[in-house]
């Protein structure tokens, strides 16, 4: 399309300014849609640098157009027109993505004979109904310095102007109040933006789908060096500080970090067809076949080192940057006091380091570390710097391995380990880690990549917060609590091989222990618990805990009494290391029951029935307060509940109150606690629906559910879910589970599909329970289908175990042995595998 020419044909025919936007609205069109084929032949900042000179272009001719269009063929020439269209932001930068907003500034000053606000207003209508995503700003030059004073953003945004059309005139005046804004307050403003980093980083701290601007080390890192770097120096490149700040070869690598995440924010532009600055699981195989990657973990696992290398570099430069500007002479005495070594400084729990001191030799850093009083630690740039770039020669030495074990020694290790990452160090210092390091785990679980999950169960273990758990690891020997420690770091490094990475781990973990000269004896319990450290999470969530034979399968595999609880504590850092508020109170009682259970089977050399491990319950209840001054008939029937799982899968103590809940009912009562995650206790004689009930909160997953008869015709429910409500959404479930009692509500269910080789009937489970085991499809309204078919068959169900991830559920149903059920098993196949 002759854009020139079409627009030319319209004015002379004094057309209409909406034909004028349609024609510029086709071509942006015309030019959006040959993006995707540019993108092929130019990644990178070229493709945005491309990007930018095609928008200028466009926008330099929307100009043009509405100069025509006021002036005819009086048009006087350009730079006599009081007027500059400066580009800002990304688009300021050339580094303009495809669906950004373009960030304009048009700046003018009052002459007379100029009706600068009517071109300017002209210019916006035309690009706005031309569809183009403008953020503008309109000032006099005079009042730049004024506006950059009210609005921080506005002065960020001021430092990125380049011009783009107009007058060359109004441009050079407004290059002098720019640079009389560069040089006014230049401490308030590097605090100020420093400050915003790190509140940036906090609230986009690493993940597996990492924000590509926002995220720690993403684009927003590498603004924030060029903004202090423009600040300080009045560079219009941070290239130009190659030499004077950094090295070439510091600054090539941190060139190709940069230079990847262009390229995979274009991509995900370009896939989404919008804004979308994150690297979903959605996302992932399309980008990585736009950038050429053939192994999708490959590509992010480059994305995520690059975000490690741009954190690290602007960490490191950004300091050396405004030292001077940041230093307070008040507190040199302090630190004088506070001297670990030439040059090397801890002060309120922080380290510093000098960048006028000479990179240290490791194990001089290591020493500093050792030495320092055992208590959480951050660190300083300057010494994130000495780490950095610190020699380390292979194999390591002898010293070396000592002064690591003696940082594994210490209470607080996680911050050592922080550092270790963030100086890229890791997998230098355990090699164990040079495999997985930036690896990304894409099972739906994880919230980490796998070096920073580790790093995370280190911490998670040094800062326990269930109390019996904490009390348990308290016990441990100093050696015991060392073993732990390095267990806990090393449990994944075994991933992304062929073999399970269990297995693995537990080879690779040997000879790292042998060096931190452990007895034997810890070596093996290491190399057992890396090689079973899933073990507990897998029994607890997904096999019947109170079944015998799950027991001492599970001890054989445990082997003693002090590996169930390291491995006990363990599970706790592991799945506290996964992510935020993934450890609940719903796995946290499964994982204690399993661990109570596991420990009465491991300290008992005759096999444990249950009649027997029900009186030892029993025992516990009857010397309980609480249930002594239970009325004499209460007691009775209280222990006379059948159900020998009611009093295993309960404290002797919610035993007493359950039972007390029960004498209450007179046709049904109920409470509902959405403190944490969604928890619903029903206490009936009258019939509960519970299919209707379910299929009403399907939209919620169900993580447990009990279901036992109790005493005086009284039922009792206990259904727990994953998911956390909110005021509104509980008052609504009130309404729900209060019409759950109508017998004749019904709702249609959603199709629901299980194949009979995905169903289990265990009728030899014990002599009074069977257990039907459901493998499948995760499905919504499947656990209500399944109650409904349970219903019609007039099964009792005594409890049922949820475990579902994103795309597969396992479900567990104990069942009584009753109406003849187990000698009409295929009843229940023929039933449940019925599509509906």
Not at 459 to 466: D, F, P, R, V
Request: aromatic residues 10%; charged residues 25%; glycine residues 4%.
């Amino acid at each position: 399309m002759d854009l020139v020419l079409h627009i030319e044909d319209i004015i002379e025919k004094n057309g209409s300014n909406f034909e004028l936007s349609k024609l510029f609205k086709a071509f942006i069109n015309e030019y959006k849609t040959s993006l995707s084929e540019l993108f092929q032949k130019s990644q990178g900042k070229d493709f945005l640098v491309r990007h930018t000179k095609q928008l200028d272009s466009i926008i330099s001719l929307m100009y043009k157009t509405v100069l025509r269009r006021i002036f005819g063929n009086y048009l006087p020439m350009r730079s006599s027109i009081p007027i500059a269209i400066v580009a800002l932001g990304s688009y300021g930068r050339e580094q303009l993505c495809v669906h950004s907003d373009i960030d304009l500034l048009i700046v003018y000053e009052r002459v007379e004979g100029f009706n600068s606000e009517l071109i300017i207003e002209k210019l916006f209508y035309l690009a706005l109904d031309a569809g183009l995503k403008l953020g503008h700003r309109v000032h006099e030059v005079n009042d730049l310095f004024r506006a950059s004073q009210d609005d921080i953003t506005i002065r960020t945004s001021l430092m990125e102007a380049r011009f783009v059309a107009g007058s060359t005139l109004t441009w050079h005046a407004t290059s002098k109040e720019l640079n009389k804004i560069r040089l006014h307050n230049q401490k308030e403003f590097i605090f100020a933006k420093i400050e915003e980093a790190q509140a940036r980083r906090k609230k986009y701290p690493n993940s597996m789908q990492p924000n590509i601007k926002e995220s720690v080390g993403g684009l927003r890192d590498s603004n924030l060096i060029f903004w202090i770097a423009q600040t300080i120096y009045g560079v219009t490149t941070l290239k130009d500080l190659t030499g004077v700040l950094f090295s070439e070869e510091e600054y090539r690598e941190y060139r190709m970090a940069l230079e990847l995440l262009f390229r995979v924010r274009s991509a995900l532009h370009l896939i989404a067809k919008k804004q979308e600055d994150r690297l979903l699981l959605e996302f992932i195989p399309e980008v990585s076949r736009l950038l050429g990657f053939t192994n999708q973990q490959k590509m992010v696992t480059k994305v995520l080192e690059a975000q490690w290398r741009i954190s690290n570099f602007t960490q490191i430069f950004v300091k050396k940057m405004v030292r001077a500007y940041i230093i307070d002479m008040s507190n040199i005495s302090r630190f004088r006091k506070s001297r670990l070594s030439r040059g090397i400084y801890e002060l309120e729990g922080r380290v510093y380091a000098s960048y006028n001191l000479e990179i240290q030799p490791l194990n001089r850093l290591l020493e500093i570390l050792v030495s320092l009083p055992d208590k959480p630690y951050h660190f300083d740039a300057g010494f994130l710097n000495q780490l950095t770039y610190t020699k380390i020669s292979y194999p390591l030495q002898v010293k070396t391995y000592t002064l690591i074990k003696e940082l594994f020694k210490k209470r607080y290790m996680y911050s050592f380990l922080k550092l270790f990452y963030d100086a890229g160090v890791l997998h230098h210092l355990f090699h164990n880690f040079k495999k997985v390091l930036h690896m990304p785990q894409f099972d739906g679980y994880h919230h980490y990549p796998v070096d920073i999950h580790s790093i995370k169960c280190v911490e998670a273990l040094e800062n326990i917060k269930e109390p019996f758990i904490k009390k348990l690891y308290d016990e441990f020997s100093d050696d015991e609590k060392l073993l732990l420690k390095i267990v806990t770091l090393f449990h994944d490094t075994g991933k992304g091989r062929v073999q399970d990475h269990s297995e693995v781990g537990a080879k690779l973990i040997a000879p790292f222990v042998k060096k931190m000269k452990l007895k034997d004896e810890d070596i093996q319990r290491c190399v057992t618990l890396v090689k079973q450290h899933v073990t507990m999470s897998n029994v607890a969530f997904k096999e019947n805990i109170h079944n015998e034979k799950t027991l001492y399968k599970f001890m054989s595999n445990i082997e003693d009494v002090k590996n169930l609880k390291l491995l006990y504590v363990l599970t706790y850092a592991d799945i506290n290391g996964v992510g935020e508020g993934v450890f609940n109170s719903f796995g946290s009682n499964l994982l204690y029951e399993l661990y109570i259970s596991a420990l009465e089977v491991a300290e008992n050399f005759g096999r444990i029935n249950d009649a027997t491990k029900r009186i030892n319950i029993e025992k516990r209840v009857v010397k309980l307060p609480e249930f002594i001054e239970l009325p004499k008939l209460l007691q009775s029937k209280l222990l006379r509940v059948e159900s020998n799982l009611f009093f295993f899968k309960h404290t002797p103590t919610d035993i007493i109150k359950i039972a007390k809940k029960a004498k209450e009912t007179k046709e049904y009562i109920y409470s509902i606690n959405a403190d944490a995650s969604l928890s619903i206790e029903i206490y009936r004689k009258i019939p509960l629906n519970i299919g209707y009930l379910l299929a009403m909160l399907s939209h919620l997953d169900v993580a447990s559910m009990e279901i036992f008869t109790l005493f005086d015709g009284v039922k009792y429910f206990k259904i727990e879910f994953i998911e956390h409500v909110d005021e509104d959404e509980a008052l609504r479930i009130e309404d729900i589970v209060n019409n759950a009692f109508d017998m004749n509500k019904h709702i249609k269910l959603k199709d629901v599909t299980i194949h009979k080789n995905e169903i289990s009937v265990d009728c030899e489970h014990s002599l009074t329970h069977a257990e039907v085991i459901i493998s499948t499809q995760n499905q919504k309204g499947l656990l209500a289908y399944i109650m409904e078919c349970f219903e019609e068959l007039k099964i009792n169900i005594v409890t049922a175990k949820i475990h579902s991830t994103k795309h597969k559920v396992r479900d567990s149903f104990l069942i009584e042995k009753q109406n003849d059920i187990c000698n009409n098993v295929e009843k229940i196949y023929a039933l449940l595998a019925k599509k509906i």
